[in-house]
């Protein structure tokens, strides 16, 4: 017996090296790219036809990121990635405020206030979920093009905003069931309608979702491409659209490191909310996000 339980441990302490090398050993392949990217866009032309993928650069400099930014696409005048930066934060903050709060609203009404056909309608906007983008490109254009937004970042927004609502639907809708009906009852007995029970009790209750919401909004629109390219004019374009024009601009000179420097620049956002929030993510997920 004490000789079985002497063994046991060692035992364990092996499998947990070997499962942890295996993780490592993934993470590290996984992480490969990044590595290749950040070390390359601190290279210069002569650093990296000099070296390899994977060397260090032995003279890190930041002009490939300066270039990026502000002036990198030779032969064409358009600044860098600085316009379409900025497009992109102006269109995301708005579409991911609003449709994640119309998401709440929609997820409050079909849990707490359910009315005749109230299925009927969750089903239909959870097709939504499921339906290919490509599908409502020739629709959505159309329409734009009646409200005189066409071309404009507000269009894409609004595009962004009606295309986000299934699923912001589905989260809140799902983490409402969740809740006691009994705390809409209560506060209904007391006096309390619509609006004041959102905000005073359904809201506050809707922290790790709304997380959630945010993340995963943000991600898809920051990332979009398709309605990007489709829907913008020359001066609305998002980063998604910039990144590809720069990294197809024609030139003398094939200059990786600001590709690399562009790239980093385009997804470093996503990076940032992931680091910051990324645990609160996972905890709302485990909240009720996706359950039901």
């Known amino acids: 017996m004490s000789a079985d339980v002497a063994v046991h441990p060692g035992r ?18 996984f992480l490969l790219p ?28 930041l002009d490939a990121w300066s270039k990026a930014w502000s002036h990198a696409c030779t032969g ?14 102006v269109m995301v903050i708005p579409a991911v405020l609003i ?6 609203i929609n997820g409050y009404v079909l849990s707490k206030w359910r009315f005749k056909g109230s299925e009927l309608m969750f089903a239909l906007m959870l097709f939504g979920v499921f339906m290919p983008m490509q599908v409502v490109l020739l629709p959505m254009s159309q ?24 699923s ?7 983490y409402y069931v969740g809740l006691p009906d009994e705390l809409v009852k209560a506060a209904m007995l007391d006096g309390a309608g619509f609006w004041r029970i959102f905000w ?13 919401t945010l993340i995963w909004q943000f991600t898809n629109i920051w990332n979009d491409f398709l309605y990007g390219i489709v829907f913008s004019g020359a ?47 996972v905890r709302g997920l485990t909240a009720g996000a996706v359950k039901g």
């Not at 001066?235 to 659209?241: E, R």
């Not at 024609?250 to 909310?273: F, W």
Request: hydrophobic fraction near 55%.
């Open 99 to 104: 449709s994640t709060l119309l998401g709440a």
């Open 200 to 212: 005073r009790i359904i809201l506050p209750l809707s922290t790790p979702i709304t997380v959630v």
């Open 168 to 174: 912001t639907t589905l989260f809140f809708r799902n």
């Open 143 to 166: 329409i734009l093009g009646w409200l005189g937004i066409a071309s404009s970042v507000w269009g894409l927004v609004l595009v962004h905003i009606i295309a986000g609502l299934p």
């Open 235 to 281: 001066g609305s374009k998002p980063v998604t659209v910039g990144l590809n024009n720069l990294a197809n601009t024609t030139s003398s000179v094939k200059e990786y490191n600001v590709d690399m420097a562009a790239a980093l620049i385009a997804g470093l956002p996503t990076l940032i909310v992931y680091i910051v929030a990324g645990k609160y993510f």
């Open 34 to 61: 990044m590595y290749v990217m950040v070390t390359t866009s601190l290279k210069d032309m002569e650093q990296i036809r000099a070296g390899n993928l994977l060397s260090l650069p032995t003279a890190p400099g």
């Open 76 to 89: 064409i005048d358009c600044g860098g990635l600085r316009p379409f930066f900025m497009n992109s934060v």
């Open 12 to 29: 364990l302490d092996w499998q947990r090296l070997a499962l942890w090398s295996v993780l490592l050993l993934f993470a590290a392949f």
